[in-house]
Every structure is written in structure tokens, then in C-alpha cells.
């Protein structure tokens, strides 16, 4: 295997005199094992554990915060959040044997599906689109909404550092899809979905995989409240509606609540009502209606003390309304 053979003469791969094929072995191990001169070997959740059979071809991957480089990799995916799948392609090819043509298909495990809204990249080390000859050419990547198919792309010849092309797609959780609160989905990919044609092949890399945490929903908590819960004929109050989320973990993002107020309540658009700890939400009132669009409820630190988003507003009470209280609202 890469690693046996590459710890037997670590002397030679410490060493940067060594062959522009031994060299990038080195460079290949290096990027996947986080190796530091060879002679250290980690790894991480989110990272491939491949290794290549043939010291031709590897493909590894990791979930990242975005496209460009350098990244942030994500371990955990909240209910309406996304990421991106990262795969690093890997040659050892001699630089006089040419290019690879390089296959893969990656089915996506229960808990994890493809964003197919956007649209995959190819691009080479550094984040370049096509950049330093990675091309999907004459080539393709398609998705679905359960998987990525990477068909005859070009893989060049070798780099001095990082992987020589990345392959980007990306992905949102499933939560219905596991089994309890939160999950670990593991993304593999075996051999035999592998292939890379050139000189000498065709190649296949060794399995790869990456796994991020998916969590389920947690269901927000919605109450309201009025500043005068008795109120006289012809009078008004000031009406708050606070949503709070109950996860400890993530912030709730593109929430949007709708209330539909009874008959003889009338919402006032002025005063302009307000929406407080809502991030960018916006509130909005026609007729008997008042909402909230694209808010963000923050994580609370403490169990009983969320951070809340309220909607405060004016509800005058016209006439024939004598009296009110809340329950009105239940409606």
C-alpha cells in the first residue's frame, strides 16, 4: 500500500531530491494524511481515508463552508443548512505519460441529499475554475438529488503541493431521513465506482468517505402577548409576538410566520411595526394579516433563556369590541 511503501524509505521522502514521481507521492500523502515530513500521520472526521493501491490515482473528500480556497470544513449540518462536498483528484502520473481521464459516481447516504440547484465546479488547487488544465472538457458532472456522476474529466499532470483538481457539488441535510435527533451519515465510496484512464491504466482509487452530523429539526416556540390584556372600547394595544428556538445547537434561518388576526382586530401599519433579534426578517401587514419573512432566531445559551425574535405591533380595537384578551389569537 501508498503508506507502507512511502514509511519504508520515509529517508527519500524527506528527502527533495527524490524523483518528480516520488516527489509527488509525498505531496499526494502529505494532502490526505495531514503527514508533516512524512513521519506524522492524523486524520479527521470529514476526511477521506483512501489510499491508492496503484501510486497512480486517489480521490478524497471532505464537506466544506464554500467553493474557493481555502476552506472551513464542516462537521455538522443543522435542518435548513448547506455545504459543499469537496473531492480532491489526485496523479502520479510521470509528467511524460500525459493526463487522466477520470471517472467516479457518489451516492449520497440516507440523511444527505445534492443540492442540485447548484451548479457542480471543477477547478484546479488553488480554487481556479479550469485552472492548470482541470476540465471537465469533453467530460461531465451531473447530479440528482441522491448523487454526483464525474464522467471522463481531466486530471493533468501532477502539482507541487495540494491536490491537483477539486470536483465541488453541493449538499443539504435530509433529517427525516435518520433515525433519531441527530446522526453521523457516513458518504463512501468504493473502488469499483472509480476509474481513471492514460498511460499505463486504467487506475482505480482505494475507498474513500466523509461523514458530517445531521441534525433534526427542533420545533421553535411561538407566543403572544398583549401590553393590555383588557382592552375598552375604541382603544388600542401593542401586540408582541415572540418566536423562540428551542435547539441548542443552531440558529433557526429563513423563518416565516404568518398570523392571521380575528375580526375586529385591525393591525395598524403605522407605527411601523418592529422586529426585534429577528436578524435581517422583515415585518409585513395586509388586511387582517400580519407576517414575518426571512427571519433568524439565534441559539440561546441557557435552557430557559432563548434568544427570542419578536414582532411588535399596534392593534387598535374599533368598535363594536368592548373587551379582548388574548385567547382571540387562537384562532
Known amino acids: ?121 471543477m477547478t484546479d488547487g488553488a480554487g481556479v475554475v479550469g485552472g492548470s488544465g482541470c476540465s471537465a472538457g469533453s467530460g461531465s458532472i451531473t447530479t440528482t438529488a441522491t448523487s454526483v456522476t464525474v464522467t471522463n474529466v481531466t486530471l493533468p499532470n501532477p502539482s507541487s503541493t495540494g491536490p491537483d483538481c477539486r470536483v465541488v457539488i453541493r449538499v443539504k441535510p435530509d433529517p427525516a431521513a435518520i433515525p433519531s435527533t441527530q446522526s453521523n451519515v457516513t458518504n463512501s465510496v468504493p473502488s469499483s465506482q472509480t476509474s481513471a484512464t492514460g498511460v499505463g491504466g486504467p487506475y482505480q482509487s482505494d475507498p474513500f468517505s466523509a461523514t458530517v452530523l445531521v441534525y433534526q429539526p427542533t420545533e421553535p416556540t411561538v407566543s403572544k402577548s398583549f401590553q393590555f390584556p383588557n382592552i375598552g372600547e375604541g382603544a388600542g394595544s401593542q401586540l408582541t409576538i415572540t418566536i423562540r428556538n428551542n435547539s441548542t445547537t443552531y440558529p433557526l434561518t429563513g423563518v416565516n410566520l404568518t398570523d392571521a388576526l380575528p375580526v375586529g382586530l385591525l393591525p395598524l401599519a403605522s407605527p411601523i411595526p418592529t422586529a426585534v433579534g429577528c436578524g435581517s426578517g422583515a415585518i409585513a401587514i395586509s388586511g387582517q394579516n400580519v407576517s414575518l419573512s426571512n427571519g433568524t432566531v439565534a441559539v440561546g445559551e441557557l435552557v430557559l433563556s432563548r434568544s427570542p425574535c419578536r414582532a411588535v405591533l399596534q392593534v387598535p380595537i374599533p368598535i363594536p369590541f368592548r373587551q379582548t384578551d388574548l385567547s382571540l389569537l387562537r384562532g
Open 1 to 121: 500500500m501508498l503508506i507502507s511503501k512511502l514509511m519504508a524509505r520515509k529517508d527519500a521522502v524527506c528527502d527533495s531530491r527524490i524523483n518528480p514521481v516520488e516527489n509527488n507521492l509525498s505531496r499526494w500523502a502529505s494532502h490526505v494524511f495531514g503527514l508533516v515530513a512524512i513521519c506524522l500521520l492524523s486524520g479527521g472526521i470529514g476526511f477521506s481515508n483512501a489510499q491508492s493501491t496503484n501510486n497512480t490515482f486517489l480521490v478524497n473528500k471532505k464537506f466544506v463552508n464554500q467553493t474557493g480556497v481555502p476552506n472551513t470544513q464542516v462537521n455538522s449540518l443543522a435542518p435548513n443548512q448547506t455545504a459543499y462536498l469537496e473531492f480532491n483528484l489526485f496523479s502520479a502520473q510521470a509528467p511524460a505519460n500525459g493526463n487522466l481521464l477520470v471517472n467516479f459516481i457518489d451516492n449520497m447516504p440516507p440523511g444527505l441529499l445534492v443540492d442540485t440547484s447548484f451548479a457542480p465546479l
